[in-house]
């Protein structure tokens, strides 16, 4: 049983704005799990486009786990774009230098930390993720939806701001499923049981991961 090649820039022969997203980016700050995918109506490059006010100097980064499924114009807001929302002013005089290089001297601006991306997340067209969002595993992400807080894994979200719609599964199936941690299994063994991975029988996988263990 053959499985994708994880390391394939275009996986779907003859079709080249679908891509293994790890297998494009150049931005340090950027790091993507195996199988994550991103598709763009124009060209999957625009990616790295999307990702805004990634500075050096914020020492923030975009984490995205695997087996993702990101669709076209997902952008990602990073710190780079914050500004003071308890001063007089949020205009960033220092930033302009001169006399106003040290307006800022004994301060900071607002830093909310990584975004991390779990792992089997799909985020739908348009959607919008700000600074320091951790989205859980296995959540869903509405088209549009503008992410301003944490999402829960096997969550779906919708709105601006996005609001939690219902769970996945129940919180019992959820608490296997994360237990289970399908993603990091080896590829072989996830090529074995992929028609359970696409079907909605829970106990199925995981009485089958249990079967093994006692082997």
Partial sequence: MAAPDKNSTFPLPGYNRLCFLKNIIRNPNIMVGDYTYYDDFEDVKNFEKNVKYLF??????????????????????????????D???????????????????GKS???KGNTV?????????????????????????AANAVVTKNVEP?????????????????ENEIAALLALKWWDWD??????????????????????VKDQTTL
């Avoid at 949020?90 to 001297?105: H, I, L, R, S, T």
């Avoid at 779906?156 to 939690?164: D, L, S, T």
């Fill in 187 to 208: 590829i072989q063994k996830i090529t074995t049981h992929v028609h359970l991975l696409t079907g909605n029988n829970i106990d199925a996988i995981i009485n089958i």
């Fill in 56 to 85: 050096d100097f914020n020492h923030d980064k975009l984490i995205i786990g695997k087996f993702c499924m990101i669709a076209a114009d997902v952008s990602f807001i990073m710190n780079g774009a914050n500004h003071l929302t």
């Fill in 117 to 141: 991306v779990g792992n089997d997340v799909w985020i739908g067209y348009q959607a919008t993720i700000m600074p320091g969002v951790h989205i859980g595993d296995g959540a869903i992400i």
């Fill in 109 to 111: 601006y607002p830093h």
């Fill in 154 to 170: 096997y969550a779906i979200v919708g709105g601006n701001p996005a609001k939690e719609i219902r769970k996945r599964f129940s």
């Fill in 87 to 105: 001063a007089v002013s949020a205009y960033p005089f220092a930033v302009f230098g001169e006399d106003w290089k040290d307006a800022m001297e």
